[in-house]
């Protein structure tokens, strides 16, 4: 009978030289006795001892009931989570013969018998691990379908767990495929991998598929707290909880941070979370509400007071932006999902200052300062001064707290602001007044209305000569409207006169015509004068002025210069125009397409 180790009886254990690095090897093989890192130490043994992976052993103690258990298993999840932990118990759940050495697969492996000692052990001939890291090609997954050829040497069935199977070749995926399609009855694949994306579909739907979930940090912090105990180790509760976080779902990273904390000072029988807090670089994390503390308040003073003191004890200014764009997270979180506030997921500061907070604080407030903390957050990454632009940052954001809501705004402007001064020199072919829209990153800021729009009034006899324009459109007439807008130049509105400087794209009869519209429209006669006054512009001319002009008002208005100083980097993006004053319809009318834009969206619905 031969095997992939059959030349060299008894088979020697499958090192690292062909299949790869276990992935927690143990530190200074030299000195005794070796000290085991936890993670290994402490690696399940049985399903029962998975953490936080319920629904899966649950489904896979089934499967042993019944005895209908897959030829594939595909396990997918972050690092650290059991994947190949799984993998191997169930090597050995499909492999035991129990203490009597007559016991078959079961979901409860004995953990004395050959079979289930040898692969405790990673040398059991049958049992074959592969990192697919650094075993890509298609040479590397022919070794292994020549061995699924041959029967098991010891055990019951073959096993091959191919850990981080998405870096195959798509060459070797093939070549897998085939040996995936009809496997041989004494063979099972295990597949485990951090990308699930990157696994061909061809091979997923060959095997069970299970997700295996990030541990919650409270299972994590009990599981931790057994180890630690086991270990003889007193740790406090805050350190317990500090790893669990920073493990971010993963059982293995945990423990090993556990390592690194029991190795951390002399006495390595006692953890605080002061020194779990250095180890794990965490600046004192009540730093971060401080300074949201006082973004709310508006208090500059005092922001700035808080970075100086973290930056004292070593805080890096970066970082700190950072963790405040985490607490802005978590805090729109908890107002979103109340029931977040009692969850034990939550650390205690986030749970008892961050409801606080999360209590006075609005939604359309921590939007804005997520906004302008990812623009801060690229500008220090930029500085050459990270210190002081940090400090600019503080003092943008502590803006935020003064500066209304653009609902706000809104309302108030409606309710209570008067039309600005018009520029009463100029004629003004927006009487209806403008609606200015801000922006700031690229991003909708702010809408207001200076004034309020009047709605088109009646209009028995034309009192400007935009109204007169305005008439030709209602009457449809559209060629005398676009030359009333684009030839004609006022130079003298008198009813029931009108002194014009037409230009030689006029047509000739226009003064008639338009004479006559007017009659027929106010049934009085017009005097339609001719003047040689070449400096009266047409409307269509002193329209697009007016929009010149119009910004620099609005730049000016007391209240975009409020919104302009709040949100540094803003700029008037564009005028708009509720309702044009011509009351043009729907019809194209000629000269309508060098109306400004209106953009109707505003950051206003985004976020009230
Ligand atoms: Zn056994």
Redesign the pocket.
Known sequence: MAGLFDDDPPPPPPGPSLFGDDPAPEPNPESAPAYRVLARKYRPTHFDDLIGQDGLVRTLRNAFAMNRIAHGFMFTGVRGVGKTTTARIIA?AL?????DGT?NA?AD?????????SILEDRHPDVIEMDAASNTGVDDVRAIIDATQFKPMMARTKVFIIDEVHMLSRNAFNALLKTLEEPPPHVKFIFATTEIRKVPITILSRCQRFDLKRVPIETLAAHFARVAAAEAITIDPGALEAIARAADGSVRDGLSLLDQAIALGPDATTITSDAVATMLGLADRSIVFDLMDALAAGNIAQALGVLDHAHDNGAEPGQVMQDLLGLTHTLSRLKSIPDLATSTALPELERTRGRALAEQLSIPWLGRLWQMLQKGLADIDQATDRRACADMVLIRLCFVADAPTPGDLLRHLRDSAPAPASTPSAPSPNPGGSMLRAVANGAPIISAAPNAPPAPAPRPMPTSFEQVVALAHDRRDIRLHAHLRHDAGLVRFAPPIIELNLAPSAPRDLAARLGAMLEQETGRRWTIALSAEKSALSLAAAEEQEATNAHQRASQHPLVQAVLAAFPGARIEALHRPDPPQALGAAPVPGADDEPPTDESTLDQEYS
């Not at 492999?95 to 203490?99: F, K, Q, V």
């Open positions: 050995r492999n035991c013969i129990g203490p016991g079961t492996p004995c953990g004395v018998c050959a079979n289930c000692r």
